[in-house]
């Protein structure tokens, strides 16, 4: 949610920005919000002249009282009581008009970064940089779930027996695989610095309003039927959540959390949920990283983020590619994205296996996470990228140290929390 201010101040830099993110059908919010706004802020000014003409009643019916005047201070308190009752529709009033206000702010994008390539969709972000060299070998690499179920490690007709499509067993060296990504992840951050953290996997409506736009919330959240909790489709929903409402003391920042979760996504208006894949399922485990500093550092550490993903993958030995959002593809609470994309031998394509977002001050003005400041309180900025997330890593990881023979090579980063096991032969 962008200021308030922004809006009265410079209607058409908010404007622009809505029609570079392509979306002129929010064009009419901005009006519409700045016609309630002043509606809300005249109301508000009506408000503190009825409270005023209140306060010089009531010291008119203390006089008579003290003159013995009771007649003609009888008299006054039914004028207070009539502007009691004016004041209380007032207030009713404004509130409504400030709900309305509201309800039109947070679907109105935040303001995106002068450095973002405008772009409709997807198919426009912009390569930034390979890492590592990309390559095809001269045997066949065979679909992922086959890989897996050569080595015994997958189960998708038992998962769709019980559960439905979108769904898997994941069994012997594959799921310890899948535990052994995570476990390494985690150490990686904690060596980077920052704190390693389980959250709830439920959270509030007002902590999902908080984090996401509608839009998002609709396509990806399950609600809990009959209670106020939905299920996180990212561990950095209840990680940004556990800030709010906080003041937060200037010397304690950053704050730089690193947090493992299961993660629940309807994948509404997907392209369908794969039965024979594990690329687009509803429910997987992820390594998340999370940081709320001073504006004036969350560049910086937007940088910062994404480079360590590069660096983890890396040293897995899986070439990987940056790829700037254009301003279509950016969600919108995002300032800045890049995406993160593992190369697919098989298919001879890099796709995504992690996000990198700088969100700004959007999150912390819905959530009223502030920052403690000498001359007053102030807004902090968040950020969020993926360190990890198994199901698709595991689809790079397979391609890229698959064998001819059918074997699976284990690089020696992941060695120490394999047993000590070098390959996964094939059953």
């Known amino acids: 949610m962008i200021d308030i201010k922004l809006i009265r101040e410079n209607p058409d830099l908010v404007r622009q920005n809505i029609k570079n993110k392509f979306q002129d059908y929010k064009l009419p ?43 003609e201070a009888e008299t006054v308190k039914q004028e207070v009581e009539k502007l009691n009752q004016e004041l209380l529709k007032n207030e009713e009033l404004e509130a409504s008009l400030r709900e309305e206000v509201k309800t039109r702010m947070m679907r109105i994008p935040n303001i995106i970064d002068k450095s973002v390539p405008i772009g409709k969709d997807d198919s426009q972000n912009v390569e930034l940089k390979k890492y590592g060299e990309p390559f095809v070998p001269s045997y066949e ?9 050569a080595v015994n490690g997958i189960d998708l007709d038992s998962a769709r027996r019980v559960a439905g499509n979108g769904f898997y067993y994941l069994m012997g060296d594959i799921a310890r695989l899948h535990s052994a990504v995570l476990s390494y992840a985690r150490d990686f951050m904690i060596d980077k610095g920052f704190t390693y953290c389980i959250p709830p996997y439920m959270i509030r409506s ?12 609709d396509a990806m959240m399950y609600k809990i039927e009959g209670e106020d ?4 489709g990212t561990s950095e929903h209840s990680m940004i959540g556990k800030f709010k409402d906080q003041i937060l003391k200037k010397e304690n920042l950053p704050y730089t959390m690193t947090s493992y979760s299961p993660c629940f996504r309807k994948e509404k208006g997907a392209h369908g949920i794969e039965e024979r894949g594990v690329y687009r399922i509803h429910q997987f485990e992820k390594q998340e990283m999370i940081v709320v500093c001073e504006p004036e550092e969350s560049m910086q550490w ?26 279509g593809d950016l969600a919108d609470l995002k300032v800045k994205s890049v995406d993160v994309e593992a190369w697919s ?32 309180n102030y807004y902090a900025h968040t950020l969020n990228n993926t360190v990890v997330a198994p199901p698709r890593m595991l689809i790079a990881f397979l391609e890229n140290h698959y064998q001819e023979d059918g074997s699976i090579t284990i690089p ?6 394999m047993g000590g096991k070098e390959k996964i032969e094939k059953k």
């Open 302 to 327: 937007y940088e910062k983020l994404w480079s360590y993903t590069v660096e983890l993958f890396r040293s897995m030995e899986i070439p990987v590619r940056t790829l700037e959002c254009c301003s």
């Open 412 to 417: 020696e980063v992941l060695r120490p929390y």
């Open 345 to 376: 031998p098989r298919q001879q394509k890099y796709f995504e296996v992690g996000s990198c977002s700088n969100l700004g001050d959007a999150q912390a003005r819905r959530l009223g996470i502030r920052v403690k400041g000498e001359k007053g």
């Open 206 to 217: 007002d902590v999902v309003t908080g984090v996401m736009s509608f839009e998002e919330m």
């Open 229 to 232: 909790l939905y299920l996180i």
């Open 141 to 149: 690499i065979p679909y992922h779930t086959d890989i897996m179920e």
């Open 29 to 71: 919010l901005v009006d519409e919000v700045l016609e309630l706004d002043k509606k809300a802020r005249e109301t508000m000014a009506k408000g503190d002249d009825l409270r005023n003409k209140r306060k010089t009643l009531s010291n008119q019916i203390g006089n008579y009282m003290r003159e013995g005047k009771k007649a």
